[in-house]
Nanobody
Framework: QVQLVESGGGLVQPGGSLRLSCVAS????????VGWFRQAPGKEREGVAC????????YLADSVKGRDTISNDKAKNTVSLPMDNPTPEDTAVYYC?????????????????WGQGIQVTVSS
């Protein structure tokens, strides 16, 4: 059974840090392009970060560039999204997703497998 499970979310203060992780079961991340998305109340789902399966190329949205990174630990079958200096605008439900496409993709429709999502709230 294919499953993605996110962890590491919760309440964080502005200027703090957190690390989101996504663990896969039932398949290997090595053969998938993996992305992180987020959706704030009343807004569309937004692609935040992506790492492609083909060449390991990464993508970061302008809204998080310089503050976040994305890494794929093949040995642990885990993709992480460390977040530094979060702001209240980063508050959202964050989703991990996997796609069979070989390139960086930020369109949700291109992803076949999704985690259930995890809440991140940035507030003092």
């Amino acid at each position: 059974q294919v499953q993605l499970v996110e962890s590491g979310g919760g309440l964080v203060q502005p200027g703090g840090s957190l690390r989101l992780s996504c663990v896969a079961s039932g398949f290997t991340f090595e053969f998938y392009t993996v992305g992180w998305f987020r959706q704030a109340p009343g807004k569309e789902r937004e692609g935040v970060a992506c790492v492609s399966k083909n060449d390991g190329m990464t993508y970061l949205a302008d809204s998080v560039k310089g503050r976040d990174t994305i890494s794929n630990d093949k040995a642990k079958n885990t993709v992480s999204l460390p977040m530094d200096n979060p702001t209240p605008e980063d508050t959202a439900v964050y989703y991990c997703a996997a796609s069979t496409m070989s390139i960086v993709v930020t369109t949700p429709d291109c992803y076949e497998h999704w985690g259930q999502g995890i809440q991140v709230t940035v507030s003092s």
